[in-house]
């Protein structure tokens, strides 16, 4: 078949690992042809580009700032621009590729017309993996409304939503949590066509031994003495900065547990000022890494950490579960109630939940775990990451609903 993938996120290098890339990786070392179309963001200061790259059609189009950290009409303007600029590419450089599947991903919702026109010109299927669910995520964290001025819009992207539901055959949802929400909350879909789909890698063990984990803890001075928790990735509104801040303060005085917060984002500036204020001796603030970097400095540690804003009403599903995952970390998730990420932590016996409106709930699992021995949940967690959340897995599920 030949396989069209389009997304918003950075496309370079179909050997990076990452949930995308393990996927398309999938497909191409089964026989497929792969093309793909991203973004080369205003901001990069980047041409538009076609390349042939380890066996995969890339094409990266110039685009406005549609991600990171431009702001909210910025970047909600440079999406709905991206669809006559995505379909005038494929029309120049995809012109005589006849798809048979068309995939892309949320964010953003704004895909429609390239889709449709796909779909038109080729016949292909269309295949959603729906990794956010907007714009009810905005409204649940106070950047959007539904009524009044600010409402048009929301009724507005609401409708965008709607078509991408309509115009894909099939829906691809992170968890069963998510797609009971997805039916529940549009009637009007044919329910048979949302399915699981979840986050998915290509395994590979991230642990390290004794003697590397004790240099990468030298290095970036980590105490040897104290299980160390460790949060990784996006910092912004819907991590619910305001709640980390509270329960790090609750955790100041702690003298077996140590935190470690990597990442950047909208709101890391609310952080580094509670550091820079109460420059707490048990925990570390850092910026984004190189991901090899973050890699095996995440190994180093002993649990992961999940945050989410306690006011999401949909179910979040954050893909650095996976890497926590690959590292043998234990995880302590802290989220809303709706999200059903920590039933498969505590159900899989890979760690502990609580919500992220309970401060006094998150010190007793960190009490919890940094008590325990943690070597049989490290089992646990391989077998289940092994038994639900390779790309191998999620590759013949996909192929079996579209055919061969």
Known sequence: MNILFMTIGKMDNIEDHTIYCDLLRCFRDAGHKVYTISPYEKVTGLKTKYEEKSGVDMLHVKTGNVTGKAGLIEKGLAQLLIEPIFIKAIKRYYSDIKFDLVMYSTPPITFCNVIGYIKKRDGAKSYLLLKDIFPQNAVDIGMMQKNGLKGILYRFFRDKEKKLYKISDYIGCMSKANIEYVIRNNPEINSDKVILCPNCIEPIDMSISTDIRKHLREKYDIPQDKTVFVYGGNLGRPQGIPFIIKCLKKQKENKTAFFLIVGDGTEF????????????????????????????????????????????????????????????????????????????????????????????????????????????????????????????????????????
Not at 350 to 368: D, I, P, Q
Request: charged share 25%; glycine share 6%; hydrophobic share 40%.
């Open 269 to 404: 500036g609310k952080l580094k000022e509670f550091f820079d204020k109460e420059n707490p001796d048990n925990m570390k603030l850092m910026s984004k890494l190189p991901k090899d970097d973050y890699d095996t400095m995440i190994a180093a540690c002993d649990v992961g950490l999940i945050f989410l804003d306690h006011r999401f009403t949909i179910p979040n599903f954050p893909s650095r579960l996976l890497s926590y995952m690959q590292a043998k970390l234990p995880v302590l998730a802290v989220t809303d109630p709706n999200t059903d990420v920590g039933k498969v932590i505590t159900e899989g016996g890979f760690g502990w939940w609580c919500e992220s409106n309970n401060v006094n709930a998150f010190s007793k699992l960190v009490e919890t775990a940094s008590s325990v021995d943690l070597n049989q949940m490290k089992i646990n967690e391989t077998k289940y990451l092994m038994e639900n959340y390779t790309v191998s897995m999620v590759y013949e599920n996909i192929i079996n609903k579209i055919g061969r």
